[in-house]
Structure formats: structure tokens, C-alpha cells
């Protein structure tokens, strides 16, 4: 007989049908179906088979839905019943769950409203791909001068806008409602910036009231972020309203726009750049020599960046050509990379690699939150074999049960996830605080995120459950039936590798929190080369009062007996204003400036080590002679440094406004910069009209008496400024508030990871002491002392934790050994923070444990015996 | 007859229950259906087979087994009906009645009636 071919019915169709019709065993319909179809095919051909077919599939669909749903809201409610039964019996363990998860999803939320802030800085403005900030190509020179912004607009065709921006501090505004000095209202911009009216064009900050884009064509204009104008105007409108700057000229309000937040820029009032060549000239801003602005070009889409950049160094060097010899390269720096970049002060900062470990932290937290729920499900998972066999009895599949027992740890987390929500909006502040952000949970009102957030928490239910469940379904009815003890010991190995690893994840962190203090604690003690203690500072850049008579000042404040000296700089310990190149020998090298005067040394206790200080007596001292660092005379290889003449051409925004400049004296190196940093060559100039920050030595009693003759001084000399002081000491601890940050956080984190193990190690723990009741009642009686006990008890869970501190050292090691390697001077890790760590998890350790065993130990064994 | 009460059946359960004696060894819902459909004219699904059948089987009067898996259906098998001894009485009771009740009524008679 040749074998009959038959037109068989769509694969998909007969699958769909499968499903979907009722079926009396053995997809028996599915065969007649087939039947028919082929009887229609051979009638009727293909089309209406195929129609036939698909139409009996429509028409069972609504009784199928009917069906399951019926079926599967009755096993639903019957498992939410067993679930929520089983969480009241055993309040403690679902407590330990629930606290454990709950802490791990709220940490992992709060830390990826931080990620989520940190990786979209600078993206929201609308050409963010296309901005691109104008420096040098060696990238230690980010800034530019007035006049390359000038040149690019009016000669690169490419640059379709450009934009410069001129940083301030402390500008003071005064607002005068109608002119009535009684209500007059004094506030301190703290960021004030100079910009060019194409900042609209190019940024995309959400204006809110006035027109952003005509705002800055006035030179007298000025736009406002919502917080300075609600400090300044309350519920007024701002529009229109005139404004005093720095006590010296009347400026009006044209626009107002949001507070600025997810970029780099920092300004709270923007002022346009025209008018700053009114005030400081015009000359100075088509300068090409003071190289302090923020210069941003906007690029069409896709353009090449080298090719510009090569474009904007040429124009450059065809401008300047005649007038010196210069090899400066300029680059572009895409907008959206600047804010983890390293560069200078003014604007916000971020840490990629803080980022990326806390991401890795957040993620191990949740990691620990759900093994424990792993290991608590599994340990008492012989509670619930009951359960199990008598489902599997009456007729359960494996697959209902495992979607049961998934079901329960999904709806754990959900609840968990929902408790996490609360937690994190609580502590979300103190976050803020720690972290200098100002996250906010309005991220989660996106109903897509929530709906994805959630989606998440239904997945790490799964993660925790998926082993519990198909552990817990695996069990025989026979046996468990029959009374036989199942074996929550049988998966004890795995459970305790599972808290060993959470404890490696912890004790990785009280490493790190260690060592990150440790550092800090070297640098705080770190002889710096000069004295940071009661020294008093103050700026007065643009306090013309006293600027303008420094002498008189100093001399006022000298009359009081606690004050030891006065000295008046450019540059202080911590912020280098000025760097110049110089040439000797044929050799040009690049120098740290600071502009001094002669008391600059005493007042920061700096030795002089060859040759002699600035001189009053000597008229010639002054612009024409410096003192180096030793650093700078090993860079030059020097031996008879004194005398030695250097020479420089770029005398315009110099410090020393001639050509060759003598050595008179060499400085001992002191660290000028942070403890990143090898101490760089250095060079003290002086010149007074530089000068403008003030540093004050006091005697270290009666402070308190001492700062308020300086304040009494200040007022005498310039009543329009507020007295704004610092302490050297608090500036130069203030550098390394990244760090002091990273070890809090880590801090936190750390302990946070030790609590949520210990949790489970707790719940594990009493489990264990419970299910070996029995046999410590037997070894009581046959005379086994409580200690001996004790020791019974902890030393299972001490071998474990012993075994994660192995696993974490070399680990910890490695990460701690890369951060340490940012510093150019580092304390050296050493054996305690290991050992100290480790000392912590075990004694952590202990005490959860110890709680149980002690009961378990001290528990009259004629309790214990007489349960069953 | 000393009469035992009739269990009444729906139509649809009586002629498939008369399709299947019919059907003998070959009852199954492929044929029973196309029994249906010669002697009704209507055009039955098999849902529309199935729930009688399952009526009836629930009811005692039918029993089911499987038969070997069949090529032409995709190596499914079939679900195969038979009487049990009660749906053969039922069947027996059915003309019985039907017989008695139409005794003397040609559908001559009735046809003149309209």
C-alpha cells in the first residue's frame, strides 16, 4: 500500500487548538480535527479548510478563557490562603524575610535613582550630542580665552554657536522694592556667570517666565534660576525688576528659569558677557592671554570633532602668529562626557568609577537579600512537605506546585518591594545629604518605570524563589507521607556556602570601610610641609574697599595683640590660581603660581632652605624675582639655584610683567595640592595688585575674640561686603570630602550587608537549634555541659565565616589597592583592617548564633524530649 | 410492561446514542458527526457531538476507550464509544415508547392536517 499523503492542518493552528480546545486525553480532538480538515481540503481545497480550521479555534477561545481563569482564581485563592497562613504561623522567619528583602530593594532603589542621576547629567539638553567643549588637547588646559570663543563664531563655519562662559563666586545682588532702604534685601549669588546670548541656543534650560532666547541682548539683562528669584522677589514677578550687582551697576530681570539640575554648569545668575567688557574693558575681552572661560561650540549632527578642532588650532595659531610662538592645540570634549571628567573647580563633579561600585554594591545588597530568602525557604522546607505530599496525593503536578511556591516568594517581594518604596522615600535625605544630590522619588511616578520597577521586584521573587520551589516540589508523597524526616540538612552544604558568601560581600566592605578611614586619617596627619592651624581666610577679589587699601587693613588688624601676621596672596594651599611657563636653557617648563607678599612665609610657616625671602628693602624685589620649590629646582637640575634667571615672553596675564625673572630663594617642598597629587614645581612671585585673598595668623587662644576684631575691621573698611571667613585648616581637610563621603557611604553599606546576613543566619540559626532539639536534650542527659554545647552549635557556622573572610581578602586587597593608587601618597594597607574585619563578621557571627544556642543549650532536656 | 419510570434524553443525546450502536466498532466523534449531519441536515460541531457524548458517558450509557495511534490523524488516537448494557436498554425503552406512542398515526394522516 504506497503510503497515503495527506494535507495536514497548520503546524501553528493544530498547536493553538491543542491548547486552547478541551481536551479527552491524548489530544484525541486535535485527531479529529485533523480528520475533518483533510475531508474539507479534499472537497472543498486549501482556503476554506484552512478558514474552517482557524474558525473553530476562534469560537473555542471564549470558553477556554472562561475555563482557566475560573479554575486558576479558585488555586489562586487558595494559595494566597496557604501563603498567608504559613506567614502568620511563623511570624519571626516571615519578618526576617521581609525585613531582609525589603532593606535589600530599598538600598538597590535608592542607589539607582543615583545611578539613574549620575549617567544622565547633561543629556536632557536637546543637542546634547552635538556640544562640545573647546580646550586644550593635553587636557590639563580646559578653559580659554575671550577672544578664541570671538574668532571660532565669526571664522568656523562648522560652529554653528558658540558660547563662553565666565565663572564668578560670591557676587553680592541687592534688591530695593520701590525703592525703600528699609526693605531692602542682600543676597550672595554664590555661582554668577557671564555668558553670551546664544547660551539658549545651545542649552536647553526649561524657561519659566520671559523669553530665554532675546533675554541676554541686553547687556543690562539678567536671567535668574527660580530659587534666587524666589529669594529675592517671593511670589512677585520677577520681570522687569531692577537689580544692584556688587553694589556698582543696575541690572533688570528679563527671564527666570528652572534651577539647574542633571548638568554640570553651575550658575545660579546668568549675566550677558557683552557687559562684562563694560566693566573690566573691552580690551580684556578680546583677550587672548587670560585663559579663564568656559568656551562650548555647537556642532551640526555627526560632524568629525578632529577635524574642527584641527580647524580652530589653525585659526589660533594665524592670529598669534605675529605676536609670539606658540604650539597650543585645541580639542573638542563632547558636552555629555565633562561630568565625569577631571578638570577644574565651578562647576559639578562626578566619580564613574564611584558609580559603577556602587552599582556593584547596590547589586550584591539584593544578592544577600534574596539568599536569604533562598536558604531560610529551603531550611524549612521540611515544614511544609506535608503540604506538598498531600497535594502531589490529590493529584498536583510538579509544575502547579512550583508555580505556587514561586507565586508566594513573587508576592514576598511585591509587599517587600511596595514596604522598600517607604523606606527609601524615608531615608532618601539623609542620602542626599551624604551623597550632595537632590534625588527625589518623583522618578518613580512615571507610571512606565513603577510598572518596570515592579516587574523587577516580581523577578528578584523569582531569583529567590525558583530554587525553594522546585526543591520544595521535588518531594516524594510516599516518603514524606510515611513520616519520614526530610532532610533539611541534605542541602546544607549549599546553604552554607550561600551565607559564607554573604558574609565574603560583607566583609569586602568593612575592609573597604577600613582602609578608605585609614587614608583619610594618613592624609589628616600627614606633615604637609607648612602649618595649616589658625590661620584665618578671606577673599576680596571684588571687595574694592579693601583691595584697594590693603595696607591700611593689614595694619589695623596687626594692632591687635592675638593677631601674629598678615599676608596678602593669590593662591593658597589647596587652590592654585595661575599656572606660567618658563624657559631656561632652551628648556620651557610649566610652574605653579603663587602670587605673594613678603609675610607669606611666616604666616604659613614655610623654610627657606637656600638663599633669602622677598625683601621690602629691596625696590627690585617686587615682579622681578621669585623663590622656587625644591621640586621645581630638581626640574631644573640645578645646583647653584640662587641668581638663576629664567626668562618667559607671555607677559600679558602674567604675574611677572617682565621678561626675565631672577631666583632669589629656594622654598622646602610643602604639598601645595591635595595627596593625589607629587608635589609639582612651584614657583612664589610678588605683585600686589594681584593680591587678593587675605590670610590671617592668630594665636590658638581666645579665638573667638580674635575673629571678632577681624569682623569689626572688615565692617570699618567695607560695610557693603559680609564678612566671610574660612579656616586653612577646614579648607584643606574639605579636599578630601570625596573621599570622607566614599568611606561613610561604604560605611553604611557595609553594615547595612552584615545586618541583612545576619538575618538569615539568625533565621538559619534558630532552625537549626529547633530542628536539633532532640539531640540536645539526649546529650544533655547523657551529661554534655552548655558550653559544650555552645561550641556544638556556633562551630559549624564559625568554620563557614572563616572561610568567607579567606575568600575576601585577596579580593578586597585588589579593589582597595587600585582606589589607593589615585593618591600620589598612600598609607600602606597592612594586616589589621583584615584582621579587624575579620574579627567583626565573626563576632557578628557569633552573637546571632549565639542567641539561639544559648537557649537551645540552657533548655531543660525534659522539655526538649517531651515534645513529640 | 410493568412500566420502570424512562429516564427522558435530550434529541441530541438520543440520536447520537443511535449513531453509536449504529456505528458498531467505528464510534467515533468523526463519524458520529457525520451520522448527525445525513440524519439531521444540520450542520453539527464537534463540540456539539462531544457534549452529548460526555452526557452520556457521565450518564452510564456510554464507555469510552482509545484506540491505536492512527497515521491520517496525525498519529493521535481515537476516542471510541460503545453501549454499556443500560444504554442499550435505553435504546430498547426509547423505541419501545416512541413505537407505542406513535401507534396508528401514518404521517399520511398528520399531512392532511395541513
Known amino acids: ?868 | 410492561m410493568g412500566k420502570t419510570r424512562m429516564k427522558f434524553l435530550s434529541r441530541p443525546e438520543e440520536l447520537v446514542l443511535l449513531a453509536v450502536w449504529r456505528l458498531k466498532k467505528n464510534a467515533y466523534c468523526v463519524p458520529i458527526k457525520k451520522q448527525l449531519v445525513k440524519y439531521t441536515g444540520h450542520d453539527w460541531s464537534f463540540g456539539a457531538v462531544y457534549d452529548p457524548l460526555d452526557r452520556l458517558e457521565k450518564k452510564g450509557l456510554l464507555e469510552s476507550y482509545l484506540s491505536d495511534p492512527v497515521a491520517k490523524r496525525g498519529g493521535k488516537r481515537k476516542r471510541i464509544y460503545k453501549l454499556t448494557p443500560s444504554g442499550i436498554m435505553a435504546l430498547i425503552e426509547i423505541k419501545t415508547i416512541t413505537d407505542e406512542v406513535w401507534d396508528g398515526i401514518p404521517v399520511k394522516v398528520l399531512k392532511e392536517e395541513l
Open chain 1, 1 to 868: 500500500m504506497t503510503k497515503e499523503k495527506f494535507k495536514n492542518p497548520p503546524k501553528l493552528a493544530e498547536w493553538i487548538l491543542s491548547y486552547v480546545y478541551p481536551d479527552r486525553g491524548h489530544f484525541t480532538s486535535v485527531g479529529d480535527f485533523r480528520e475533518e480538515y483533510i475531508e474539507i481540503y479534499q472537497s472543498s481545497g486549501p482556503f476554506k479548510a484552512n478558514f474552517w480550521y482557524w474558525m473553530q479555534i476562534a469560537e473555542s477561545i471564549p470558553g477556554f478563557i472562561r475555563n482557566k481563569s475560573h479554575w486558576n482564581i479558585v488555586m489562586i485563592h487558595n494559595s494566597l490562603k496557604i501563603a498567608i497562613r504559613n506567614i502568620r504561623k511563623h511570624k519571626g522567619y516571615s519578618f526576617i524575610n521581609f525585613a531582609g528583602l525589603t532593606l535589600g530593594i530599598g538600598i538597590f532603589m535608592m542607589i539607582l535613582l543615583f545611578v539613574q542621576h549620575e549617567l544622565s547629567i547633561d543629556k536632557y539638553h536637546k543637542n546634547s550630542d552635538r556640544i562640545y567643549r573647546v580646550q586644550g588637547a593635553n587636557g590639563h588646559q580646559l578653559s580659554t580665552a575671550p577672544a578664541v570663543g570671538k574668532w571660532i563664531s565669526e571664522n568656523i563655519i562648522e560652529a554653528e554657536k558658540v558660547v563662553r562662559f565666565k565663572f564668578r563666586h560670591d557676587y553680592l545682588v541687592k534688591y530695593r522694592p520701590d525703592n525703600d532702604p528699609t526693605r531692602e534685601k542682600v543676597i550672595t549669588i554664590q555661582d554668577f556667570a557671564w555668558s553670551d546670548p546664544t547660551v539658549f541656543d545651545v542649552f536647553s534650560f526649561p524657561p519659566i517666565a520671559g523669553d530665554p532666547r532675546t533675554a541676554l541682548q541686553d547687556p543690562f539683562a539678567l536671567v535668574l534660576t527660580q530659587s534666587v528669584a524666589q529669594r529675592l522677589f517671593g511670589s512677585e514677578n520677577p520681570i522687569g525688576k531692577t537689580l544692584e550687582v556688587n553694589n556698582r551697576y543696575e541690572y533688570h530681570v528679563t527671564a527666570v528659569i528652572e534651577n539647574l539640575k542633571r548638568t554640570h554648569l553651575r550658575f545660579d545668575v546668568l549675566a550677558p558677557f557683552a557687559n562684562l567688557g563694560k566693566i573690566i574693558g573691552q580690551s580684556e575681552l578680546d583677550s587672548f592671554d587670560s585663559w579663564n572661560l568656559a568656551t562650548f561650540v555647537l556642532l551640526p549632527e555627526n560632524h568629525d570633532t578632529t577635524a574642527v578642532a584641527d580647524k580652530i588650532t589653525k585659526l589660533f595659531h594665524d592670529r598669534i602668529k605675529e605676536l609670539r610662538n606658540v604650539d597650543f592645540v585645541f580639542d573638542l570634549f563632547p558636552l555629555e562626557g565633562i561630568f565625569f571628567s577631571s578638570g577644574s573647580s565651578f562647576r559639578n563633579h562626578g566619580n564613574r568609577p564611584l558609580v559603577f561600585v556602587f552599582m556593584a554594591v547596590a547589586v550584591f545588597i539584593l544578592i544577600i537579600a534574596c539568599v536569604n530568602f533562598l536558604n531560610l525557604s529551603t531550611a524549612r522546607a521540611s515544614l511544609r512537605a506535608k503540604e506538598v505530599g498531600i497535594k502531589k496525593v490529590v493529584g498536583s503536578t510538579r509544575k502547579r506546585l512550583v508555580f505556587q511556591f514561586l507565586g508566594e516568594s513573587i508576592l514576598f517581594s511585591l509587599i517587600s518591594c511596595a514596604a522598600a518604596i517607604g523606606m527609601a522615600s524615608l531615608f532618601l535625605p539623609e542620602f542626599n545629604r551624604l551623597m550632595q544630590r537632590s534625588l527625589s522619588m518623583d522618578y518613580f511616578h512615571d507610571p512606565l518605570i513603577l510598572l518596570v520597577f515592579i516587574a523587577g521586584a516580581a523577578l528578584v521573587g523569582i531569583l529567590a524563589g525558583i530554587y525553594p520551589a522546585l526543591y520544595l516540589s521535588a518531594f516524594r508523597p510516599v516518603s514524606v507521607l510515611k513520616g519520614e524526616r526530610t532532610k533539611g540538612v541534605r542541602s546544607g552544604i549549599f546553604r552554607k556556602v550561600l551565607i559564607s558568601f554573604q558574609f565574603t560581600i560583607s566583609i569586602i566592605l568593612i575592609i573597604a570601610t577600613l582602609i578608605v578611614f585609614k587614608q583619610i586619617q594618613y592624609i589628616r596627619n600627614k606633615d604637609l610641609g607648612f602649618q595649616k592651624e589658625h590661620i584665618v581666610y578671606m577673599e576680596i577679589a571684588r571687595n574694592r574697599d579693601i583691595r584697594d587699601h590693603k595696607q591700611a587693613f593689614k595694619d589695623k588688624l596687626m594692632q591687635h595683640p592675638l593677631i601674629h601676621n598678615v599676608t596678602f596672596s593669590q593662591g593658597r594651599p589647596g587652590l592654585v590660581y595661575n599656572w606660567e611657563g618658563f624657559e631656561h636653557k632652551g628648556e620651557r617648563k610649566g610652574y605653579a603660581i603663587f602670587t605673594v607678599d613678603p609675610d607669606y612665609l611666616d604666616v604659613y610657616g614655610l623654610e627657606i632652605l637656600a638663599g633669602r625671602n622677598f625683601s621690602r628693602e629691596i625696590s627690585t624685589d617686587p615682579y622681578r624675582t621669585c623663590l622656587l620649590n625644591e621640586a621645581a629646582v630638581r626640574q631644573l637640575g640645578l645646583e647653584e639655584p640662587v641668581g638663576t634667571i629664567l626668562h618667559h615672553d607671555d607677559l600679558g596675564g602674567s604675574s611677572f610683567p617682565v621678561k626675565d625673572v631672577e631666583v632669589i630663594g629656594v622654598v622646602r617642598d610643602f604639598h601645595y595640592q591635595t595627596l593625589h597629587n607629587e608635589i609639582y614645581p612651584m614657583m612664589f612671585g610678588w605683585n600686589d595688585p594681584w593680591l587678593w585673598m587675605i590670610s590671617v595668623k592668630i594665636a590658638a587662644e581666645r579665638i573667638p575674640e580674635t575673629l571678632a576684631h577681624i569682623e569689626k575691621t572688615w565692617k570699618e573698611f567695607s560695610p557693603g561686603f559680609p564678612f566671610d571667613f574660612h579656616f586653612i585648616d577646614d579648607l584643606v581637610d574639605s579636599q578630601y570630602k570625596n573621599e570622607e563621603r566614599l568611606a561613610r557611604t561604604i560605611g553604611y553599606f557595609a553594615a547595612l550587608g552584615i545586618f541583612i546576613a545576619c538575618l538569615g543566619l539568625f533565621g538559619l540559626a534558630s532552625f537549626l537549634a529547633e530542628q536539633r532539639t532532640k539531640e540536645i536534650g539526649v546529650r544533655k542527659i547523657l551529661g554534655a555541659s552548655v558550653v559544650g554545647i555552645l561550641v556544638l552549635l556556633s562551630k559549624e557556622f564559625s568554620k563557614w565565616v572563616v572561610a568567607a573572610n579567606i575568600v575576601a581578602w585577596p579580593l578586597a586587597y585588589y579593589a582597595l589597592n587600585k582606589w589607593l593608587a589615585d593618591f600620589a601618597y598612600r598609607t600602606d594597607i597592612g594586616i589589621w583592617p583584615f584582621l579587624i574585619a575579620a574579627v567583626i563578621a565573626l563576632a557578628i557571627a557569633m552573637m546571632t548564633v549565639s542567641y539561639q544556642s544559648i537557649r537551645a543549650a540552657t533548655a531543660n532536656p525534659i522539655d526538649s524530649l517531651r515534645y513529640e
